[in-house]
């Protein structure tokens, strides 16, 4: 899809470049924001759908199941751990 730059709703008219443009390329169009609206909003919903096609439910964790988990002591400074699981934490 060609969506237009923000800089061109802007200006409701492409911007001068180095590449080589008529006049009447340059002059101002009436931009139809509903329209604009309307196309980003179906540019975002497939990028989203290629995005989340692969995703999938993680597994429910047991208590006794080994897990690893990273601490930072600071920046650039990463230790991770393995620990076993007691109890699950609720999470929303």
Same mark, same amino acid.
């Given at each position: 899809?060609?969506?237009?730059?923000?800089? %061109?709703?802007?200006?409701? /008219?492409?911007? #001068?470049s180095i590449l080589p443009a008529t006049?009447?390329?340059?002059?101002p169009q009436v931009v139809c924001?509903?329209?604009?609206?309307?196309r980003r909003e179906v540019c975002q919903q497939r990028? %989203?759908?290629?995005?989340? /096609?692969?995703? #999938?439910?993680l597994p429910q964790l047991c208590p006794g199941a080994p897990v690893r988990f990273r601490q930072q002591d600071g920046p650039g400074n990463q230790l991770w751990s393995k620990v076993v699981l007691t109890r699950p934490e609720a999470t929303t």
């Open positions: 899809d060609n969506l237009n730059s923000p800089a %061109q709703l802007l200006m409701s /008219r492409r911007l #001068r006049p009447k390329q340059l002059e924001q509903r329209k604009v609206h309307e990028q %989203q759908t290629y995005f989340n /096609r692969a995703a #999938r439910p």
